[in-house]
């Protein structure tokens, strides 16, 4: 897929950005609010948008979102440790697994079957980090153990990577849609 004009890539991280913002407070979800799509916008971001600024400032807004989160919506910070900090290689397996995917991405059934199975992988690695970061480093465990660590793993990993599916293959979805109604705009030549 080739890049994105600038507005184009300027407006779908505005609208990242304010998805991001929408959902990173309720990690789970529940009746009123939407899972927390942090994970899926980091590959998105790779996907699409593709520049490493972007990736920057997508770092930093979750890192504000955090703070903001703990300290003036007095949310827990049981998961602020020093492992807190391994979320930029997590995010990163995510942006840089969709950037190096992104000039395959086409509107065939194949590219966006091939973009979904790059984003499952991703979403496994990143949480592989980001949770065993938290596990044996976070300090939270006195003494953590492999057998330990293997039953959190099973516990909160299809949660996220799910959560992270859902979302990248909505995305999926309205890009084949998109894709095919400018390629019915081109053959009826209204475009």
């Known amino acids: 897929m080739k890049p994105l ?12 950005s304010a998805l991001m913002v929408a959902t990173r407070f309720h990690h789970f979800g529940d009746a009123l609010h939407l899972p ?19 990736f920057v400032a997508m770092l930093a807004l979750a890192v504000a979102i955090d703070w903001a989160a703990v300290s003036l919506a007095g949310v827990s910070d049981f998961c602020i440790t020093p492992a807190y900090a391994f979320l930029l290689p997590a995010y990163a397996v995510l ?15 194949q590219a966006l079957w091939g973009a979904a199975a790059v984003g499952l992988v991703a979403a496994g690695l990143s949480f592989l980090v980001s949770n065993g970061a938290f596990y044996w480093l976070g300090g939270r465990y006195a003494e953590p153990h492999f057998a330990e660590y293997v039953a959190r793993l099973w516990q909160w990993g299809p949660l996220f990577v799910r959560t992270t599916m859902i979302y990248v293959v909505v995305a999926l979805v309205v890009h084949a849609g998109l894709a095919r109604f400018r390629h019915g705009q081109r053959a009826s030549g209204t475009v």
């Open 5 to 16: 004009s600038n507005p184009m890539n300027l407006g779908l991280f505005a609208a990242f």
């Open 95 to 109: 942006w840089y697994g969709g950037r190096l995917y992104s000039p395959r991405l086409a509107a065939g059934n």
């Open 36 to 54: 927390d799509a942090s994970m899926a916008l980091f590959f998105l971001g790779g996907l699409y948008l593709r520049r490493h600024w972007q």
